[in-house]
């Protein structure tokens, strides 16, 4: 069975032309080309791509900048067996966890193993100033010996995060990854105090570990963490972030962190522009992309089933002859974790329609788009609103302002969880209580990823 | 907005310089005249805003990204070009401005783009620099010529403007607007200096994916950087990977650099720094790149008619995935 779908110029309509627009009026369209034709239902790939165009119009008599959102979309997933997990859990015992925190951590690994399966390889690393192999990667058979092991967990010291990440990869690394899930999901409360201590290695080792498919998720416990190093580890590791005040909360983000696992359809998941003459991107939000000389890639996290993702783009474009032009071919290559099909390609064209007539590029613009350079402008708001509080040159009032403005544009764009998690900052910054910042880091990384679940 | 009227066929905005029944110079692969010639058979389509040849069928251009059909009978003229540095072909009458700096050309996806069979996807790159053009050749299948002369893969050549530029069969003159002419006593360009040093290839390095290097008498340096006498596009291959060194017994020795994927013969990764002598019997590799070496007999008279007859529509080197 060939699983790969080529939408292309060869084969108009399918999924990956949903929101093109058709020809603008007195000009024909080309042979072959069915505006009328929408997206095909019940799509045997676990993913979609659609392109939609900042505006149906660009100037063709100027030099000009427009955006487009690449959409990824899980949400028409079939239902099929799932990819086993690889899952190496990295728990922070040091000192400070002592008590309550360790005892609902050991109590969330064991819901862990409780969700797992034979076929699924389970490892459990501990760290405090040195690491310690709980329970090498093994399959998730004799579930209660392994609860034993992890009952077994005892406070330490200091915190020794890079080993512990480094641990906890090896045990991944440890199993043939490609028919797996690999994830590293690490859990600690403070800052690293012992090992190799700065961001960027720290950071770089998540980041390594993704290109070779392992991805990292940071689980940030109680008030004293470090928001900016697990966010980034989370960023740049492919995985989520979780904020947890309280211990009793713990087990949750663990069953939560597996929910997502258990049903991820789609992974090492690539989006690539091929952009024709006379356009350039000048950015991806959100993203680091690697830029080739005609490309731009971006890595986008798994995905779970129901889920979908946005990637906003702002290019420029040279001005030209008016015409339609297709301004970038766009590219998605994934594996799919439900049929267990590896490199599995989609691909689309980004079409504007050049015009002459610069009163139809400024009723041409698209809401959708709008709305999500919006929300990008926001979590760069966020951003400089917890820049603000930290340094005290904001004072919690006109925090909460700009936090106000920033939960009613999130609930418009749909995204309501992440506009809750404002919600409660405000609650937090009324109340006096820190910790605002912890929640809103992960907010501005919800933003920045454009994920939305179905 | 304007009535346009939509003519049956699309005639070019830039008819063709010269004899509109000629016949585009190639080696193999139907490419014809295009749409407006009525002589010849409509197999391709030739964009009416950058007269990029595109294959029949295609529903936009391959290089500007025209939806062919969208664009009305009478193109606007494209700005004017005629001030800015560009490599024109005279045959189409394409005009490949430069961007100031680097410009990369190839196949697909690169700055200058000449969709041809002939050319490498990663040809070579360009650079404009001070009223001359820096030619670079990035290991191509077909070579890159200045003035009829070679460009060795790793070796800089300059070209002034009014210059032929050729990729592969791709016939190209250099347009520098402000630059000063090729000097009239210059000696010849370094390139063919440096061939008479190194004297006729002595043996050639042939890649599984087919690609063709030539190796001379003492050192080929062999890596992913452009500073190499073979440039590999293996994205696995180190910067400065290995080398071969041809000595004057007819000895050919294979040497790993220290390469991070590995040199291997017979499957064995060498240890760095640590000669091994190759026969044509030997299976190598560098990185990924399966490789075996032929040793060539009496240096060929036309270098260029060999590598172009050998190569006829061979997948050229692939693209380094960076």
Not at chain 2, 43 to 69: E, H, K, R, W
């Amino acid at each position: 069975m060939d699983s790969t779908r080529i939408i292309g110029p060869q084969s108009w309509g399918g999924v990956g032309e949903a929101t093109q627009m058709t020809p603008a009026p007195g000009y024909p369209a080309p042979g072959g080309f069915d505006p009328a034709r929408t997206a095909m239902a019940g799509s045997p790939n676990a993913l979609a791509l659609e392109m939609i165009p900042g505006n149906q119009f660009a100037h063709a008599t100027r030099n000009s900048v427009e955006h487009a959102i690449l959409q990824v979309d899980a949400s028409g997933a079939g239902f099929g067996r799932r990819l086993p997990l690889n899952l190496c859990l990295v728990i922070d015992r040091s000192g400070s966890m002592e008590g309550e925190p360790l005892e609902y951590v050991k109590r969330a690994c064991g819901h862990v193993v409780d969700l797992l399966d034979p076929n699924d390889i389970l490892s459990v690393v501990t760290f405090e100033e040195r690491v310690d192999i709980v329970m090498p990667a093994r399959r998730v058979v004799n579930k209660a010996l392994i609860k034993e092991h992890i009952n077994r967990i005892q406070p330490g010291n200091t915190t020794n995060i890079y080993d512990g990440i480094v641990a906890g990869a090896s045990q991944v690394a440890s199993v043939r990854s490609e028919g797996y899930v690999n994830r590293v999901v690490v859990l600690t409360d403070g800052e690293p105090t012992s090992g190799v201590k700065d961001y960027t290695s720290i950071v770089g080792c998540a980041a390594e570990q993704r290109s070779r498919g392992i991805t990292t998720t940071a689980l940030g416990f109680g008030s004293d963490y470090n928001e900016e190093l697990l966010a980034g580890l989370a960023k740049r590791g492919g995985g989520n972030y979780y904020y947890i005040a309280r211990p009793e909360l713990i087990p949750e983000v663990f069953r939560s962190e597996l929910e997502q696992l258990l049903t991820i359809v789609a992974k090492n998941i690539r989006l690539r522009m091929i952009l024709g003459k006379w356009v350039e991107v000048r950015q991806v939000y959100g993203q680091q992309p690697i830029l080739g000389p005609r490309t731009v890639e971006v890595q986008l996290p798994d995905l779970e089933r129901g889920a979908s993702l946005r990637t906003l783009v702002e290019m420029s474009f040279g001005r030209r002859p008016a015409a339609t032009y297709r301004v970038a071919r766009v590219e998605l290559t994934y594996d799919d974790c439900v049929t267990g099909a590896f490199n599995q390609r989609l691909e689309g064209d980004l079409v504007f329609n050049f015009a002459t007539d610069g009163s139809l590029v400024s009723s041409g613009v698209n809401g959708t788009v709008q709305r999500e350079i919006e929300l990008a402008k926001a979590s760069r708001n966020l951003e400089r609103t917890m820049m603000g509080l930290k340094t005290q040159q904001l004072t919690a009032g006109a925090a909460m302002q700009d936090l106000q403005r920033t939960q009613m544009l999130l609930t418009q764009s749909g995204m309501q969880e992440q506009a809750a998690e404002v919600g409660q900052a405000i609650q937090g910054l009324r109340a006096g209580t820190g910790d605002v910042e912890k929640t809103l880091i992960g907010t501005m990384l919800d933003i920045d990823l454009g994920k939305r679940k179905g | 907005m304007e009535e346009r009227t939509m003519q049956a066929d699309y005639p070019p905005a830039y008819p063709p310089a010269g004899d509109a029944t000629q016949v585009l110079p190639s080696p193999g692969g139907p490419m014809g005249m295009g749409y407006g010639d009525r002589t010849q058979q409509a197999i391709t389509i030739t964009c009416p805003v950058c007269s990029t040849p595109n294959g029949p069928g295609t529903a936009y251009c391959q290089d500007c990204g025209l939806m062919f059909g969208s664009a009305p009978a009478e193109v606007e003229p494209l700005p004017d070009v005629s001030q800015l540095p560009r490599l024109v072909d005279a045959s189409s009458g394409r005009e490949l401005v430069l961007n100031s700096g680097l410009n990369s050309v190839g196949r697909e996806g690169t700055d200058v783009l000449l969709p041809d069979p002939t050319v490498s996807r990663r040809h070579a790159q360009v650079t404009v620099e001070g009223g001359q053009l820096i030619v670079e050749d990035l290991g191509s299948t077909n070579g890159t010529f200045v003035g009829g002369r070679p460009v060795r893969p790793g070796e800089r050549a300059t070209a002034f403007d009014g210059d032929a530029v050729r990729f592969g069969s791709i016939h190209l003159v250099l347009a520098l607007p402000g630059g000063a002419p090729r000097p009239a006593d210059a000696a010849a360009p370094a390139p063919a200096v440096a061939a008479e040093d190194r004297g006729a290839p002595v043996a050639q390095l042939r890649l599984a994916n087919g690609t063709e290097y030539q190796l001379y008498a003492g050192t080929n340096t062999i890596g992913r950087r452009s500073s190499n006498q073979i440039i590999l596009a293996d994205a696995f291959a180190s910067g400065r990977h290995a080398e071969i060194d041809c000595q004057a017994d007819g000895t050919v020795v294979l040497t790993d650099l220290g390469s991070t994927n590995g040199t291997f013969v017979g499957g064995e990764r060498l240890a760095p720094n640590t000669p091994v002598t190759l026969t044509e019997a030997t299976q190598f590799r560098f990185a990924k790149s399966d490789a075996t070496l032929v040793l060539l007999g009496e240096p060929s008279s036309d270098a260029e008619a060999t590598m172009l007859a050998g190569n006829l529509g061979e997948e050229p080197i692939p693209d380094a995935a960076d």
